[in-house]
């Protein structure tokens, strides 16, 4: 093992060493330095050089004050890997104010305290190391309890504002218990608070199913609330038919008719039920939301398979495996009819001695489960036209999507099957929860899977992955997966879907894997591309006319 000022070497591999910026700067100079002394309300410590692999032969000690001694500290490790077995903790250990923690721990590690100073301790011995953690401090005043704000079950402070909001906050759920709803928000059975604009979306917000009960009217009425059928005249009218006036709500938007909590017919009509399409209920009175509906069934498989990341064969039968040149799997797609599929934009980009733009260059698998070529029922295709998207910005990964021509059809079978894609007013509402399938990397840096994987994230909030992510992302991305990484897709398995389950069993591709900040770290969730934004470009490039 070799040491220096600047790197260490563990196991022949060379890590550099990155210290948080927060610290004494004069100390980062020397290997293995890190704590201090710092005065705070609350804030964030991390292992030296975290979320890498932290050095061997490291001791840290953070002093922290709270400016007022009325307050007192409470910590919390959202992540913490270190070797070591607890109680005893004699390999690598954190301690605080005295106690030890170590181990891999999956959830997060409260540790109360009743003083107004923390001593943190981070000690690493000389061998095994592993991604360390991530330390939030915060202090409360015990006689004022979180002063102001609202205190959860676990002693976090929560603002008001986030009280009774519909969005749950509090690990303990105490932040929408015991709501007042206001006049924009539906009382769930458990009373609950939420947006009214949630009721009968398809998603069970209330978590009692409350909120999408009663929610089915027949073609041409709209659910006015819950319990009753509105006929979609009474609409925009200018009179307040529904109990909360939601029929008369959101009809400044460019279409009187037509708002994001509705689904727009062929006809240019509006029901109000978002996600009508091909929800195996007429809607329309046209009837177009229920025409080219051949899509998004599991048809191989009979029950879900929750446990495991390897996918059963024919549980994700659009996926197609997309073969570059000699280097075999590269990037994924999904089959949208029996002609095209539907990739990402940057897959086809050249990079240094690859010409991925060359169609020529590429091979198309259907039906595959194994990349070893075992399974039977493949379909190996070539591409005939590429299409990528006259906006795509290699920089900013905006427009990140590209369609893909076959060299012949494709017939359907039990491992063969369309996905569906959105209507442009398809709503997909945070934390929903939804997969990301490929044969991408097994983890950042890691290997490459034979069986196509699959993992369970969830639709996060534009808003909210947008200030996490320092603002840059793009109407035209979505963020999916969780901000405290864990599950996320990786290199390999761009191009391929991000799918969401309806209540009629159909699976709808919400997104196309596009970019992240290396594979499931923390406050880096993945972006996809937003398929909402593309119906029309997927139906005018590949020859189908529709106004939806
Ligand atoms: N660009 C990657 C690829 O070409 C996909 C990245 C997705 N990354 C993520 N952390 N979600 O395969």
Known sequence: MEKSAEHIVVNDKVIMLKMDKGLD????????????NITAFNGTLISPNYPHYYPPNTNCVWRIMVPDPNFQFRIQFPTLKLEGVQPDCEKDWISVNGIRYCGEHDRTVVVPSASSTLTVKFHTDASVSSVGFRAEYSSFNPAGECQGMHTCGDGRCELMSNKCDGWVHCKDRSDELNCVCTSDQFRCQNNM??????????????????????????????ACHRNSCMPISALCDGNIDCPHGMDEADCEKIDVNCTTNTYKCADGKCIVKPNAECDKVQDCLDLSDELDCDCGNQLAIRRRI???NDAVIGEWPWQVSLHFATLGHTCGATLINNWW?????????????????DRQLWTVYIGMHSLTF????????????????????NITMDYDIALLELSAPVRYTSYIQPV?????????????????????????????????????VRIINQTTCNNFMGNILTSRMLC??????EVDACEGDSGGPLVCEELSGKWFQAGIVSWGQGCGRYGHPGVYTRITKFR???????????NT
Not at 198 to 217: T, Y
Not at 388 to 393: K, L, P, T
Not at 424 to 432: G, R
């Open 25 to 36: 700067s004069e100390e980062h100079k020397h290997f293995g330095a890190c704590g201090g």
């Open 193 to 222: 608070c939420k947006p009214l604009i949630w009721v009968c979306d398809g998603v069970d917000d209330c978590e009692d199913m409350s909120d999408e009960a009663n929610c089915d009217c027949a073609a041409g009425f709209f």
């Open 306 to 308: 929750v446990n495991g």
């Open 341 to 357: 599929l539907l990739s990402a934009s940057h897959c086809f980009q050249n990079a240094e001695s690859y010409r991925y733009s």
């Open 374 to 393: 075992t399974d039977s029922g493949i379909e190996r295709r070539l591409i005939k036209r590429m299409i990528i998207h006259e906006q795509f910005d």
């Open 420 to 456: 569906c894609l959105p209507s442009p007013l398809h709503v997909f509402p945070a934390n929903q929860r939804c997969y990301v399938t490929g044969w991408g990397l097994l983890q950042e840096g890691g290997r490459l899977p034979v069986i196509l994987q699959k993992g369970e």
């Open 480 to 485: 999916a997966g969780y901000l405290t990484g």
């Open 536 to 546: 029309e470009w997927i139906h005018r490039n590949i020859g189908i006319d529709g």
